[in-house]
């Protein structure tokens, strides 16, 4: 009996390892995602909104010291990314009315994941066009601009903001750059 009940004790904290190894990567993904999507500053809406329900943005922003109205800026920026559901209400008291906001931890995956194929889409095409154009890049030797071959002819090969003579780049290195880079965002 004893060792079942070890048996048993060992499992609960098994899975509460495990539940917590989730919980922490769900919260990094969120941080995340909400931070590349829309900014820093609405990780304190998403902290404060977790584990509630249908909280006025009146309150979210008492609570961590936001103007309403930057609040509401952040609220919208994630109803556009599925992270926040709303209904509105009218306010008996002041005659207006009030939205009421709850979390959508669902939405946070789904963004992740088409953020990484856009992501995935945008350093393809940029890999396609690194390709189709090897050694044919030419190069500002103080960097102001780098140009295809037909663009850098039009420019007879001289830069455009500076004057200087423009000069080939080897682009093998940017190639392999953005390989790598694409290999380690389908790893994820
Ligand atoms: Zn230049």
Redesign the pocket.
Known sequence: MAKRNQKAAKSAAKTRKVKSGIYRQSTKLTETVVTESIGQEAIPVVEYLKGKKNISEFTIAQNIKYEVGQVRRMLYALQNRNLVTYFRKKDREKGWYISYWTLNQGGVPELALAMKRNKLQELRERLKKEEENKGMFYI??????RMEFERATEAEFK??????PLQNQDNTKTIERIRENITEIEAV
């Open positions: 500002c030797p103080s960097f102001c601009t830069c455009p903001e500076c004057g200087k």
